[in-house]
Protein backbone atom coordinates (compact mmCIF):
# COMPACT_ATOMS: atom_id res chain seq x y z
CA UNK A 1 0.00 0.00 0.00
CA UNK A 2 1.19 3.54 -0.96
CA UNK A 3 0.96 5.98 1.86
CA UNK A 4 1.19 9.52 1.24
CA UNK A 5 3.62 12.05 3.02
CA UNK A 6 1.77 14.31 5.54
CA UNK A 7 2.97 17.84 5.60
CA UNK A 8 1.04 19.57 8.54
CA UNK A 9 0.96 23.52 8.94
CA UNK A 10 -0.17 25.06 12.09
CA UNK A 11 -0.49 28.65 13.70
CA UNK A 12 -1.34 29.99 16.37
CA UNK A 13 -4.65 31.98 16.99
CA UNK A 14 -5.54 33.04 13.33
CA UNK A 15 -8.90 34.29 13.14
CA UNK A 16 -10.81 32.16 10.46
CA UNK A 17 -13.01 35.02 9.41
CA UNK A 18 -10.19 36.19 7.49
CA UNK A 19 -10.68 33.22 5.72
CA UNK A 20 -14.01 32.84 3.78
CA UNK A 21 -12.90 31.12 1.02
CA UNK A 22 -9.01 30.91 1.38
CA UNK A 23 -7.11 34.01 2.89
CA UNK A 24 -9.05 36.92 2.45
CA UNK A 25 -8.65 39.22 -1.05
CA UNK A 26 -6.94 42.25 1.11
CA UNK A 27 -4.15 39.64 2.97
CA UNK A 28 -1.16 39.94 1.73
CA UNK A 29 -0.29 36.24 1.60
CA UNK A 30 0.47 34.71 -1.83
CA UNK A 31 1.66 31.10 -0.26
CA UNK A 32 -1.53 30.66 1.69
CA UNK A 33 -3.48 31.77 -1.19
CA UNK A 34 -1.40 29.50 -4.13
CA UNK A 35 -2.35 26.20 -1.50
CA UNK A 36 -6.26 27.65 -1.03
CA UNK A 37 -6.54 27.43 -5.13
CA UNK A 38 -5.79 23.57 -4.62
CA UNK A 39 -7.26 23.01 -1.08
CA UNK A 40 -10.62 21.97 -0.03
CA UNK A 41 -11.54 25.02 2.17
CA UNK A 42 -13.61 24.73 5.19
CA UNK A 43 -15.28 27.96 6.08
CA UNK A 44 -17.05 27.29 8.88
CA UNK A 45 -14.32 25.69 10.97
CA UNK A 46 -14.10 26.21 14.68
CA UNK A 47 -11.56 24.89 17.35
CA UNK A 48 -12.93 22.41 20.51
CA UNK A 49 -11.68 24.81 22.70
CA UNK A 50 -10.66 28.85 22.33
CA UNK A 51 -7.18 28.28 24.35
CA UNK A 52 -3.67 26.83 22.96
CA UNK A 53 -3.05 23.95 25.04
CA UNK A 54 -7.16 22.27 25.07
CA UNK A 55 -7.26 23.44 21.40
CA UNK A 56 -4.06 21.69 20.49
CA UNK A 57 -4.23 18.29 22.31
CA UNK A 58 -7.65 18.08 20.85
CA UNK A 59 -6.49 18.43 17.36
CA UNK A 60 -4.02 16.27 17.98
CA UNK A 61 -6.35 13.27 19.08
CA UNK A 62 -9.19 13.73 18.08
CA UNK A 63 -11.08 14.32 21.43
CA UNK A 64 -12.73 17.16 23.31
CA UNK A 65 -11.48 18.44 26.50
CA UNK A 66 -13.54 16.87 28.27
CA UNK A 67 -12.30 13.27 26.94
CA UNK A 68 -8.69 14.49 26.99
CA UNK A 69 -8.59 15.96 30.61
CA UNK A 70 -6.71 18.85 28.75
CA UNK A 71 -9.19 21.43 30.37
CA UNK A 72 -6.36 25.01 30.37
CA UNK A 73 -3.26 25.51 29.67
CA UNK A 74 -1.24 24.30 32.41
CA UNK A 75 -3.51 20.72 32.21
CA UNK A 76 -0.98 17.29 31.42
CA UNK A 77 -1.72 16.20 28.15
CA UNK A 78 -1.28 12.06 29.24
CA UNK A 79 0.99 9.95 27.50
CA UNK A 80 -1.76 7.44 26.96
CA UNK A 81 -4.28 9.48 24.73
CA UNK A 82 -3.14 8.29 21.40
CA UNK A 83 -2.31 11.24 18.80
CA UNK A 84 -2.46 11.13 15.39
CA UNK A 85 1.63 11.19 15.37
CA UNK A 86 0.70 7.69 17.44
CA UNK A 87 -1.47 6.18 15.12
CA UNK A 88 0.51 7.41 11.71
CA UNK A 89 4.21 6.44 13.64
CA UNK A 90 2.50 2.90 14.81
CA UNK A 91 1.69 2.19 11.03
CA UNK A 92 4.94 2.82 9.64
CA UNK A 93 5.37 6.82 9.35
CA UNK A 94 8.42 9.28 11.01
CA UNK A 95 6.37 11.44 12.22
CA UNK A 96 8.28 14.80 12.96
CA UNK A 97 7.28 17.91 15.11
CA UNK A 98 9.07 21.69 14.66
CA UNK A 99 7.71 24.23 16.66
CA UNK A 100 4.82 25.03 19.33
CA UNK A 101 1.89 22.03 20.38
CA UNK A 102 1.75 23.45 24.45
CA UNK A 103 2.27 19.59 25.67
CA UNK A 104 1.85 20.19 29.51
CA UNK A 105 3.92 17.38 31.64
CA UNK A 106 6.74 15.20 31.44
CA UNK A 107 6.07 13.43 27.93
CA UNK A 108 6.94 16.16 25.48
CA UNK A 109 6.63 14.24 22.22
CA UNK A 110 3.45 12.17 22.48
CA UNK A 111 4.21 10.03 19.27
CA UNK A 112 6.59 12.22 17.64
CA UNK A 113 9.88 10.46 16.92
CA UNK A 114 11.46 13.53 16.40
CA UNK A 115 11.36 17.23 17.90
CA UNK A 116 13.53 19.27 16.25
CA UNK A 117 12.75 22.54 18.74
CA UNK A 118 11.83 23.03 22.48
CA UNK A 119 8.52 24.51 22.76
CA UNK A 120 7.98 28.40 23.77
CA UNK A 121 5.49 28.09 26.92
CA UNK A 122 6.24 26.33 29.72
CA UNK A 123 5.25 22.40 30.02
CA UNK A 124 4.36 22.28 33.61
CA UNK A 125 1.29 23.03 36.29
CA UNK A 126 2.21 27.09 36.78
CA UNK A 127 -0.48 28.55 34.85
CA UNK A 128 -3.49 26.57 36.13
CA UNK A 129 -6.40 28.39 37.16
CA UNK A 130 -8.12 27.74 40.10
CA UNK A 131 -12.19 27.65 40.38
CA UNK A 132 -12.14 27.98 44.28
CA UNK A 133 -10.88 31.44 43.83
CA UNK A 134 -13.55 33.34 41.14
CA UNK A 135 -11.76 36.64 39.89
CA UNK A 136 -8.50 36.28 41.36
CA UNK A 137 -5.52 37.52 38.19
CA UNK A 138 -2.41 35.59 38.62
CA UNK A 139 -0.06 39.01 37.37
CA UNK A 140 2.96 36.88 36.01
CA UNK A 141 0.85 34.92 33.55
CA UNK A 142 -2.89 35.99 33.17
CA UNK A 143 -3.06 38.29 29.84
CA UNK A 144 -3.46 41.98 29.98
CA UNK A 145 -3.57 44.70 27.26
CA UNK A 146 0.14 45.58 27.45
CA UNK A 147 0.09 43.65 24.16
CA UNK A 148 -2.33 45.91 22.18
CA UNK A 149 -0.59 49.21 24.25
CA UNK A 150 2.55 47.94 23.31
CA UNK A 151 2.03 47.36 19.43
CA UNK A 152 4.46 48.18 16.54
CA UNK A 153 7.35 47.52 15.02
CA UNK A 154 10.37 45.48 16.04
CA UNK A 155 13.30 44.02 13.92
CA UNK A 156 13.65 40.79 16.13
CA UNK A 157 11.14 39.73 19.56
CA UNK A 158 10.81 36.17 21.45
CA UNK A 159 8.30 35.04 19.31
CA UNK A 160 10.20 36.05 16.20
CA UNK A 161 13.08 34.29 17.33
CA UNK A 162 11.07 31.17 17.71
CA UNK A 163 9.39 31.05 14.65
CA UNK A 164 12.61 31.80 12.83
CA UNK A 165 13.93 28.79 14.49
CA UNK A 166 10.51 26.18 13.63
CA UNK A 167 10.76 27.68 9.66
CA UNK A 168 14.62 26.93 9.80
CA UNK A 169 14.62 23.36 10.96
CA UNK A 170 11.66 22.65 9.10
CA UNK A 171 13.02 23.66 5.55
CA UNK A 172 16.45 21.53 6.57
CA UNK A 173 14.34 19.00 7.41
CA UNK A 174 12.44 18.88 4.30
CA UNK A 175 15.23 18.69 2.05
CA UNK A 176 16.76 16.00 4.64
CA UNK A 177 13.83 13.74 4.10
CA UNK A 178 14.76 14.08 0.22
CA UNK A 179 17.80 12.08 0.46
CA UNK A 180 15.72 9.16 1.25
CA UNK A 181 17.93 7.76 4.32
CA UNK A 182 14.93 6.46 5.37
CA UNK A 183 12.55 4.58 3.12
CA UNK A 184 9.38 5.15 5.18
CA UNK A 185 6.70 7.99 4.33
CA UNK A 186 6.56 10.52 6.30
CA UNK A 187 4.37 13.32 8.14
CA UNK A 188 6.16 16.42 9.41
CA UNK A 189 4.41 19.08 11.53
CA UNK A 190 5.46 22.67 11.62
CA UNK A 191 3.47 24.78 14.19
CA UNK A 192 3.77 28.65 14.35
CA UNK A 193 3.12 30.79 17.34
CA UNK A 194 2.02 34.01 14.97
CA UNK A 195 0.09 35.52 14.91
CA UNK A 196 -0.46 35.12 18.47
CA UNK A 197 -0.03 38.62 20.34
CA UNK A 198 1.92 40.29 21.11
CA UNK A 199 1.24 42.26 18.12
CA UNK A 200 4.92 43.75 16.84
CA UNK A 201 5.68 42.78 13.06
CA UNK A 202 8.74 43.52 11.18
CA UNK A 203 8.64 46.94 9.58
CA UNK A 204 8.37 44.74 5.61
CA UNK A 205 5.66 43.55 6.33
CA UNK A 206 3.99 46.33 8.74
CA UNK A 207 4.32 48.08 5.41
CA UNK A 208 2.31 46.02 3.96
CA UNK A 209 -0.84 47.16 5.67
CA UNK A 210 0.09 50.60 5.31
CA UNK A 211 -3.80 51.40 3.46
CA UNK A 212 -5.59 48.69 4.85
CA UNK A 213 -8.93 49.44 5.02
CA UNK A 214 -9.76 46.90 7.84
CA UNK A 215 -7.32 48.56 10.90
CA UNK A 216 -10.64 48.99 12.77
CA UNK A 217 -12.93 46.36 13.93
CA UNK A 218 -16.38 46.05 12.00
CA UNK A 219 -18.57 45.91 15.67
CA UNK A 220 -16.85 48.68 17.90
CA UNK A 221 -16.51 48.68 21.75
CA UNK A 222 -19.62 47.36 23.39
CA UNK A 223 -19.52 48.83 27.40
CA UNK A 224 -18.71 46.60 30.17
CA UNK A 225 -22.16 46.86 31.15
CA UNK A 226 -23.68 45.86 27.96
CA UNK A 227 -21.58 42.76 28.03
CA UNK A 228 -22.35 39.19 28.16
CA UNK A 229 -21.48 37.65 31.75
CA UNK A 230 -18.55 35.96 30.34
CA UNK A 231 -17.11 38.92 28.33
CA UNK A 232 -17.26 40.26 31.41
CA UNK A 233 -15.45 37.96 33.24
CA UNK A 234 -12.71 37.99 30.01
CA UNK A 235 -12.41 41.95 30.74
CA UNK A 236 -11.66 41.51 34.14
CA UNK A 237 -8.65 38.83 33.35
CA UNK A 238 -7.29 41.22 30.91
CA UNK A 239 -7.19 43.73 33.22
CA UNK A 240 -8.84 46.27 31.18
CA UNK A 241 -9.13 48.85 33.72
CA UNK A 242 -5.22 49.46 34.17
CA UNK A 243 -4.88 50.24 30.50
CA UNK A 244 -6.30 53.11 28.02
CA UNK A 245 -6.91 51.75 24.78
CA UNK A 246 -6.96 54.47 22.22
CA UNK A 247 -8.34 54.36 18.59
CA UNK A 248 -4.54 54.40 17.50
CA UNK A 249 -3.85 51.21 19.96
CA UNK A 250 -6.34 49.33 18.07
CA UNK A 251 -5.09 50.18 14.70
CA UNK A 252 -1.55 49.49 15.77
CA UNK A 253 -2.84 46.21 16.91
CA UNK A 254 -4.60 44.70 13.70
CA UNK A 255 -2.02 46.36 11.29
CA UNK A 256 0.82 44.31 13.48
CA UNK A 257 -1.59 40.98 13.82
CA UNK A 258 -2.01 41.08 9.56
CA UNK A 259 1.86 42.18 9.42
CA UNK A 260 2.35 38.79 11.15
CA UNK A 261 -0.17 36.96 8.91
CA UNK A 262 2.16 37.82 6.18
CA UNK A 263 5.21 37.20 7.89
CA UNK A 264 4.41 33.17 8.59
CA UNK A 265 3.00 32.97 4.55
CA UNK A 266 6.46 33.49 3.69
CA UNK A 267 8.37 31.02 6.45
CA UNK A 268 5.35 28.56 5.21
CA UNK A 269 6.57 29.30 1.53
CA UNK A 270 10.25 28.68 2.37
CA UNK A 271 8.93 25.35 3.33
CA UNK A 272 6.65 24.85 0.16
CA UNK A 273 9.84 25.96 -1.71
CA UNK A 274 12.23 23.17 -0.09
CA UNK A 275 9.16 20.77 -0.59
CA UNK A 276 8.62 21.39 -4.28
CA UNK A 277 12.92 21.99 -5.08
CA UNK A 278 13.00 18.42 -3.79
CA UNK A 279 10.16 16.93 -6.16
CA UNK A 280 8.15 15.86 -2.99
CA UNK A 281 4.79 14.99 -2.89
CA UNK A 282 2.39 15.29 0.03
CA UNK A 283 -0.93 16.16 1.59
CA UNK A 284 -0.89 19.33 2.96
CA UNK A 285 -3.15 20.85 5.84
CA UNK A 286 -3.24 24.11 7.33
CA UNK A 287 -5.13 25.28 10.41
CA UNK A 288 -4.99 27.17 13.72
CA UNK A 289 -5.61 25.78 17.14
CA UNK A 290 -7.87 29.44 17.90
CA UNK A 291 -8.61 32.89 17.04
CA UNK A 292 -8.26 36.35 18.15
CA UNK A 293 -11.17 38.82 18.92
CA UNK A 294 -8.76 42.03 17.73
CA UNK A 295 -10.84 44.11 19.01
CA UNK A 296 -14.62 43.00 17.91
CA UNK A 297 -16.77 44.08 20.85
CA UNK A 298 -13.95 45.65 22.71
CA UNK A 299 -12.30 42.17 23.39
CA UNK A 300 -9.17 40.75 22.25
CA UNK A 301 -7.03 37.27 22.43
CA UNK A 302 -9.63 34.43 22.81
CA UNK A 303 -11.22 32.94 25.58
CA UNK A 304 -14.49 33.10 23.62
CA UNK A 305 -17.30 30.88 22.04
CA UNK A 306 -17.59 34.41 19.51
CA UNK A 307 -17.02 33.96 15.82
CA UNK A 308 -13.33 35.61 15.73
CA UNK A 309 -12.47 33.63 19.01
CA UNK A 310 -13.55 29.95 17.90
CA UNK A 311 -13.52 29.86 14.49
CA UNK A 312 -10.32 28.64 12.87
CA UNK A 313 -8.95 28.68 8.88
CA UNK A 314 -8.78 25.31 7.86
CA UNK A 315 -7.81 23.97 3.92
CA UNK A 316 -6.63 20.32 3.15
CA UNK A 317 -4.44 19.66 0.13
CA UNK A 318 -4.92 15.88 -0.79
CA UNK A 319 -5.54 14.00 -4.22
CA UNK A 320 -8.54 12.32 -3.45
CA UNK A 321 -10.01 15.54 -1.69
CA UNK A 322 -11.36 18.13 -4.54
CA UNK A 323 -10.17 21.71 -4.38
CA UNK A 324 -13.22 24.09 -3.71
CA UNK A 325 -15.71 25.64 -0.68
CA UNK A 326 -16.78 23.47 1.95
CA UNK A 327 -19.89 25.53 3.60
CA UNK A 328 -20.20 22.62 6.38
CA UNK A 329 -19.39 23.36 10.35
CA UNK A 330 -16.50 21.23 11.03
CA UNK A 331 -13.83 21.18 13.58
CA UNK A 332 -10.33 21.09 14.63
CA UNK A 333 -10.90 17.93 16.28
CA UNK A 334 -11.60 16.32 12.72
CA UNK A 335 -7.81 16.72 11.65
CA UNK A 336 -6.63 13.34 13.60
CA UNK A 337 -9.20 11.33 11.68
CA UNK A 338 -8.98 13.14 8.43
CA UNK A 339 -5.24 12.73 8.51
CA UNK A 340 -5.77 9.05 9.68
CA UNK A 341 -7.83 8.48 6.58
CA UNK A 342 -5.98 10.21 3.66
CA UNK A 343 -3.12 8.18 5.48
CA UNK A 344 -4.95 4.80 5.45
CA UNK A 345 -4.63 4.18 9.18
CA UNK A 346 -7.38 2.79 11.03
CA UNK A 347 -8.74 4.45 13.90
CA UNK A 348 -11.03 1.58 14.90
CA UNK A 349 -9.65 0.66 18.12
CA UNK A 350 -10.58 4.22 19.62
CA UNK A 351 -13.08 5.16 18.12
CA UNK A 352 -15.29 4.76 20.63
CA UNK A 353 -13.73 7.39 22.30
CA UNK A 354 -12.77 9.55 19.48
CA UNK A 355 -15.59 12.52 19.09
CA UNK A 356 -13.70 14.04 15.89
CA UNK A 357 -14.93 12.83 11.98
CA UNK A 358 -13.48 12.35 9.18
CA UNK A 359 -13.91 15.61 6.41
CA UNK A 360 -12.73 13.54 3.17
CA UNK A 361 -16.03 12.81 2.30
CA UNK A 362 -16.78 16.11 2.14
CA UNK A 363 -14.38 16.91 -0.05
CA UNK A 364 -15.73 14.48 -2.20
CA UNK A 365 -19.12 16.00 -2.08
CA UNK A 366 -20.57 14.28 0.46
CA UNK A 367 -22.77 15.58 3.58
CA UNK A 368 -22.42 15.71 7.58
CA UNK A 369 -25.48 16.49 9.70
CA UNK A 370 -24.00 15.88 13.06
CA UNK A 371 -23.33 19.55 15.44
CA UNK A 372 -19.85 20.76 15.70
CA UNK A 373 -18.72 21.06 19.83
CA UNK A 374 -16.81 23.48 21.85
CA UNK A 375 -15.79 23.25 25.11
CA UNK A 376 -13.94 26.09 27.79
CA UNK A 377 -13.06 25.14 31.13
CA UNK A 378 -9.84 27.66 32.14
CA UNK A 379 -8.89 31.08 32.59
CA UNK A 380 -11.72 33.99 32.66
CA UNK A 381 -14.42 30.94 33.28
CA UNK A 382 -15.87 29.97 36.77
CA UNK A 383 -16.98 26.74 35.50
CA UNK A 384 -17.11 24.73 32.27
CA UNK A 385 -18.77 26.49 29.19
CA UNK A 386 -20.32 24.64 25.86
CA UNK A 387 -20.80 25.31 23.11
CA UNK A 388 -23.13 23.77 19.53
CA UNK A 389 -22.49 24.81 16.27
CA UNK A 390 -25.62 23.06 14.38
CA UNK A 391 -26.73 24.70 10.73
CA UNK A 392 -26.64 28.22 11.13
CA UNK A 393 -27.82 28.07 14.84
CA UNK A 394 -24.54 28.72 17.84
CA UNK A 395 -26.17 27.38 21.29
CA UNK A 396 -23.99 28.23 24.11
CA UNK A 397 -24.58 26.88 27.78
CA UNK A 398 -23.38 27.72 31.26
CA UNK A 399 -24.35 26.66 34.86
CA UNK A 400 -23.80 30.38 35.68
CA UNK A 401 -25.23 32.39 33.01
CA UNK A 402 -27.86 32.68 30.65
CA UNK A 403 -27.98 30.74 27.34
CA UNK A 404 -27.39 32.33 24.23
CA UNK A 405 -28.59 31.38 20.89
CA UNK A 406 -28.00 32.94 17.41
CA UNK A 407 -28.61 32.56 13.96
CA UNK A 408 -25.19 33.14 12.36
CA UNK A 409 -26.71 33.44 8.84
CA UNK A 410 -28.59 36.83 9.61
CA UNK A 411 -26.69 37.76 12.43
CA UNK A 412 -23.06 37.04 11.20
CA UNK A 413 -21.86 39.23 14.39
CA UNK A 414 -23.91 37.99 16.86
CA UNK A 415 -25.15 40.88 17.92
CA UNK A 416 -29.03 39.33 18.78
CA UNK A 417 -29.32 36.80 21.38
CA UNK A 418 -32.58 34.57 20.70
CA UNK A 419 -32.32 32.42 23.46
CA UNK A 420 -35.20 34.14 26.18
CA UNK A 421 -37.28 34.57 22.17
CA UNK A 422 -40.75 33.07 22.45
CA UNK A 423 -40.30 32.72 18.84
CA UNK A 424 -37.36 30.44 19.22
CA UNK A 425 -37.90 28.32 22.04
CA UNK A 426 -38.44 25.67 20.07
CA UNK A 427 -34.99 25.50 18.18
CA UNK A 428 -33.67 26.44 22.20
CA UNK A 429 -35.37 23.48 23.36
CA UNK A 430 -34.33 21.29 20.50
CA UNK A 431 -30.55 22.41 21.42
CA UNK A 432 -30.54 22.27 24.82
CA UNK A 433 -31.52 18.45 24.24
CA UNK A 434 -28.78 17.92 22.19
CA UNK A 435 -26.20 19.73 24.94
CA UNK A 436 -27.50 17.49 28.14
CA UNK A 437 -27.47 14.53 26.51
CA UNK A 438 -23.76 15.62 25.51
CA UNK A 439 -22.52 17.46 28.84
CA UNK A 440 -23.37 17.09 32.41
CA UNK A 441 -22.51 20.29 33.56
CA UNK A 442 -22.26 19.23 37.00
CA UNK A 443 -19.96 16.46 36.58
CA UNK A 444 -17.56 18.49 34.02
CA UNK A 445 -17.57 21.11 36.55
CA UNK A 446 -16.23 18.45 39.25
CA UNK A 447 -13.67 17.16 37.26
CA UNK A 448 -12.25 20.32 36.40
CA UNK A 449 -12.12 21.45 39.98
CA UNK A 450 -10.30 17.92 41.44
CA UNK A 451 -7.85 18.50 38.61
CA UNK A 452 -7.19 22.12 39.45
CA UNK A 453 -6.93 21.18 42.93
CA UNK A 454 -4.04 18.20 42.27
CA UNK A 455 -2.11 20.22 40.07
CA UNK A 456 -1.86 22.96 42.39
CA UNK A 457 -0.45 20.94 44.78
CA UNK A 458 1.70 18.98 42.61
CA UNK A 459 3.25 22.58 40.73
CA UNK A 460 3.87 24.06 44.35
CA UNK A 461 5.62 20.54 45.73
CA UNK A 462 7.77 20.33 42.70
CA UNK A 463 9.02 23.87 42.81
CA UNK A 464 10.47 23.57 46.35
CA UNK A 465 14.09 21.94 46.68
CA UNK A 466 15.76 20.81 43.24
CA UNK A 467 13.78 21.71 40.42
CA UNK A 468 14.00 19.49 37.27
CA UNK A 469 11.61 21.29 34.59
CA UNK A 470 9.94 19.29 32.12
CA UNK A 471 10.95 21.41 29.02
CA UNK A 472 12.02 19.84 26.23
CA UNK A 473 15.55 19.49 25.36
CA UNK A 474 16.35 19.24 21.52
CA UNK A 475 19.43 17.22 20.65
CA UNK A 476 21.60 17.87 18.21
CA UNK A 477 24.08 14.97 17.81
CA UNK A 478 26.90 17.26 16.48
CA UNK A 479 29.27 14.40 16.07
CA UNK A 480 27.32 12.84 13.19
CA UNK A 481 26.79 15.79 11.45
CA UNK A 482 28.96 17.90 8.82
CA UNK A 483 32.21 15.64 8.42
CA UNK A 484 33.89 13.66 11.13
CA UNK A 485 37.03 11.48 11.27
CA UNK A 486 35.00 8.30 11.85
CA UNK A 487 33.16 9.05 8.37
CA UNK A 488 34.22 8.39 4.81
CA UNK A 489 34.28 12.29 2.98
CA UNK A 490 32.85 10.53 -0.17
CA UNK A 491 30.27 8.65 1.53
CA UNK A 492 29.24 11.89 3.50
CA UNK A 493 29.00 14.25 0.03
CA UNK A 494 27.22 11.59 -1.73
CA UNK A 495 25.16 10.43 1.28
CA UNK A 496 23.70 13.95 1.56
CA UNK A 497 23.68 15.34 -1.71
CA UNK A 498 20.15 15.78 -3.65
CA UNK A 499 19.83 15.22 -6.30
CA UNK A 500 22.96 12.66 -6.62
CA UNK A 501 25.70 13.43 -8.65
CA UNK A 502 25.82 11.19 -11.88
Not at 110 to 121: P, Q, S, V, W
Not at 366 to 382: D, F, L
Not at 450 to 463: C, G, P
Amino acid sequence: MSRPNILIFMVDQLNGTFFPDGPAEWLHAPNLKKLAARSTRFQNAYTASPLCAPGRAAFMSGQLPSGTGVYDNAAEFASSIPTYAHHLRRAGYQTCLSGKMHFVGPDQLHGFEERLTTDIYPPDFGWTPDYRKPGERIEWWYHNMGSVTGAGVAEISNQMEYDDEVAYHATRKVYDLARGHDARPWCLTVSFTHPHDPYVARKKYWDLYEDCEHLLPEVGAIPYEEQDAHSKRIFDANDWRSFDITEEDIRCSRRAYFANISYLDDKIGEIMEALEATRQEAVILFVSDHGDMLGERGLWFKMSFYEGSSRVPMMVSAPNMEPGLVTTPVSNIDVCPTICELACVSMEEVMPWTTGESLVHLGQGGERTTPVAMEYAAEASYAPMVSLRYGKWKYNRCALDPDQLFDLEADPHELTNLAEQPAHQGTVQSLRAKSEARWDLAAFDAAVRESQARRWVVYEALREGGYFPWDYQPLQKASERYMRNHMDLNVVEENQRFPRGE
